[in-house]
């Protein structure tokens, strides 16, 4: 009884951690699409604030790596809220496109880059799940996220970019 118990359990913890890309290609048929990935909970920013705050990064710490040319900064945000405004040299990869076509970013974002990615702010999802797909999904290993998103850039007061170049 004991055993049966045991093995039921291990399945049913082991399937979502081990299954998520089989879960994605099998759900998406296409080698393109992210639309149903599902990142293990345990390496989840979506799921785990602890994932989520190890990858964090301040404002403060952004604007060093920016005026370094250190990191390719992404805004997950929609493509209407990038042109309202944006922080001056992000890249704009909404994150349903990328779900509909991961190329989008692996045409253009080589995978060794040091990334960044934002979005509108602690209530705001999308940068957590684009950096799923990056670290989780396409192998990106140094992506972290903008703390408090585009609300903390605000806050600092600093300078946002109108339009839709970088």
């Not at 989840?44 to 952004?62: C, D, F, N, P, Y």
């Not at 999308?126 to 408090?148: C, K």
Request: proline share 4%; with cysteine; glycine share 10%.
């Amino acid at each position: 009884m004991k055993a049966g118990w045991l093995i039921r359990m291990a399945v049913l913890l082991l399937i979502p951690a081990v299954c998520g890309g089989v879960h994605y290609a099998m759900a998406s048929r296409s080698e393109k699409s992210a639309t149903h990935f599902v990142a293990p909970s345990t390496q989840s920013a979506v799921v785990s604030e602890e994932v989520a705050e190890r990858a964090g990064i301040t404002v403060e710490q952004l604007g060093q790596l920016l005026a370094a040319g250190l990191t390719v900064l992404i805004d997950a945000r929609p493509a209407d809220q990038y042109v309202e405004g944006h922080i001056a040299g992000a890249r704009s990869f909404p994150v349903e496109a990328v779900e509909g076509d991961v190329s989008l970013i692996t045409s253009q974002i080589d995978q060794m880059a040091d990334v960044v990615v934002y979005c509108e702010g602690k209530e705001c999802e999308d940068s957590a799940r684009l950096y799923d797909i990056l670290t989780q999904l396409l192998g990106y290993p140094n992506v972290r996220l903008l703390r408090g998103g585009m609300e903390a850039w605000r806050a600092a007061g600093l300078p946002l970019r109108k339009g839709a170049s970088p």
